[in-house]
């Protein structure tokens, strides 16, 4: 396996060639409930053994995954602050993953939660590859392709969901969770669970009823769950 690893507060892999799934949160929106029970949750999954059936790179990619579950949970049924439950500041976000699609990248996936977003895309090489010359021209390369790309997105939504709330206030958390999928099965369950996201925390019935998700678009235009979302702009 090849790719850059960074970890700050969490781990971060970039593996070209990947689709990388991430779920971005709103500043404040864990309770200190919340955050004591991740520290724990965290510290608990240190302490386990490995399984016999894991080599160490399969057993670390399943403890993210169960911690990543775990958070999402919490995000779901226990999250203090929902700005994105206004449908200005969701379609903000939303139009934001689609703005660059078939440029950037190949989106596969997203949805907006009322307290978080999560979203699935391949980056596009033959951008990456311009852009990280472009930079290393201005002497400002520092960042992987999926960081320049979610740099941008929370960024931009961040400026214009503030000007929505007519505040000037820190609106992202300032990490993200993000995961890169190591097969194509693996990225279509992927693409099943961020759709279904709306679905399992009681906002919808099924998938394609929620406004703020690709699996409407997808519903709409007839796409099949391996295709990428085309670049479009919701009304």
């Not at 004591?36 to 160490?56: G, V």
């Not at 958390?173 to 999928?181: G, R, V």
């Not at 394609?208 to 085309?230: M, N, T, V």
């Amino acid at each position: 396996m090849q790719g850059i690893f960074r970890r700050r507060n969490l781990p971060h892999w970039d593996v070209p060639g990947h689709p990388v799934f991430i779920t971005g949160c709103l500043r404040g929106c864990f309770s200190a409930t919340g955050l004591k029970q991740i520290d724990e949750y965290r510290e608990e999954l240190e302490c386990r053994s490995k399984p016999a059936k894991f080599s160490a790179d399969q057993w670390e990619h399943h403890k993210q995954k169960l911690f990543f579950a775990f958070v999402d949970n919490l995000l779901d049924n226990d999250s203090p602050v929902q700005h994105l439950a206004d449908d200005e500041q969701a379609k903000i976000v939303a139009n934001a993953f689609l703005h660059f699609a078939n440029e950037r990248y190949k989106l596969l996936a997203f949805v907006v939660m009322p307290s978080h977003h999560h979203w699935l895309f391949r980056v596009n090489e033959d951008w990456a590859d311009m852009e990280i010359a472009r930079l290393k021209l201005l002497g400002k390369q520092d960042r992987t392709p999926r960081e320049i790309i979610s740099h941008s997105v929370q960024s931009f939504t961040a400026t214009m969901c503030n000007r929505s709330r007519g505040v000037e206030e820190t609106y992202w958390q300032q990490e993200t969770f993000d995961h890169w999928a190591r097969t194509e099965d693996e990225a279509i369950r992927i693409v099943h669970y961020i759709e279904n996201n709306p679905v399992k925390a009681g906002l919808c019935a099924v998938a394609e009823d929620y406004g703020w998700s690709s699996a409407k678009i997808r519903h709409d235009l007839k796409i099949s769950e391996s295709q990428p979302i085309p670049k479009i702009v919701l009304p």
